[in-house]
């Protein structure tokens, strides 16, 4: 009976050391995206969100400024950070992801997930989702997300007139950036995922070849405001578009824009303008 016990606690040890070692290599393994997470929530805590935007990944950071990400926070509470805990941290494939709690000043906790992605050698963060709290109806339950993720089939909600407003006006200065640049760079920075994937930058450079040829100077469209066509909604793809025009003259400047839910966001997926 002693021999077998004493067999018995050799195999646990043996057991109990390859536990740790499992451990320690998950711990080890994963230590790049907790560092990158302890950073981005101390920039946080110090409400310094210019350091805080500076860890997000590139697709993250073209899909939310640094005034989208602030407002993500403050609805969150997390602007009032205090500490975080991560009951579940892995790095598969080149991506991490953290799962987990934040705790804020007040002593309220936040559940949250964070993923993580590798740019030129070091982690970035890539997306932020916390679960939505207070009281939801089906068609808005679910999770608040900010960063890049996959298209949905549908958002929980048309955008009010004042964000299709924003929406409008944002492309419009994007696309007049790009074309004064003779290069749709900066514009293509800010276009969905799905459409980025299909579109290069030589690409849109020869889909809006005539607006750069014309040496159009859009960017006085920044001080007007765009009026937009009643009755927006989201066809059997999520996509909505918004239709109108910039009240200029002698000419007018139509518009036709179609945008779809993206990583929290309306990202743009398809662009028309026509002066006339």
Not at 10 to 31: H, Q
Not at 62 to 79: R, W
Not at 117 to 145: C, M, P, V
Not at 190 to 202: C, E, L, M, R, V
């Amino acid at each position: 009976m002693k021999r077998f016990f004493s067999i018995l606690l050799k195999i646990l040890g043996g057991v109990l050391v390859f536990v740790i070692l499992i451990l320690v290599i998950a711990f080890y393994s994963t230590s790049g995206i907790v560092s990158v997470a302890d950073e981005f929530f101390q920039a946080v805590k110090e409400k310094n969100i210019a350091k805080a935007h500076s860890y997000l990944a590139e697709d993250f950071k073209a899909s939310t400024d640094e005034a989208a990400l602030s407002d993500f926070l403050s609805k969150g509470a997390i602007l009032n950070y205090k500490d975080s805990s991560w009951s579940e941290r892995s790095v598969e494939n080149g991506q991490g992801k953290l799962s987990g709690s934040v705790t804020t000043e007040s002593g309220g906790t936040v559940p949250i997930e964070m993923t993580f992605t590798k740019e030129h050698d070091a982690w970035k963060i890539y997306s932020i989702q916390k679960q939505a709290a207070g009281l939801q109806s089906a068609s808005n339950a679910g999770e608040e997300t900010t960063g890049t993720a996959p298209p949905t089939a549908a958002a929980s909600n048309i955008p009010s007139k004042a964000e299709q407003i924003a929406l409008v006006s944002q492309s419009m200065h994007d696309f007049a950036i790009s074309i004064n640049a003779k290069s749709m760079d900066h514009f293509r920075k800010g276009i969905a995922k799905i459409w980025k994937d299909q579109a290069s930058t030589k690409d849109l450079n020869e889909t809006y070849g005539s607006y750069i040829k014309a040496e159009a100077d859009l960017s006085i469209l920044d001080n007007l405001e765009p009026n937009i066509e009643d009755g927006v909604k989201a066809d059997e793809n999520g996509m909505i578009t918004l239709k109108g025009y910039y009240p200029t003259k002698p000419k007018r400047v139509n518009f036709e824009q179609g945008y779809i839910y993206e990583g929290g966001a309306w990202k743009l997926v398809m662009f028309n303008a026509l002066i006339k």
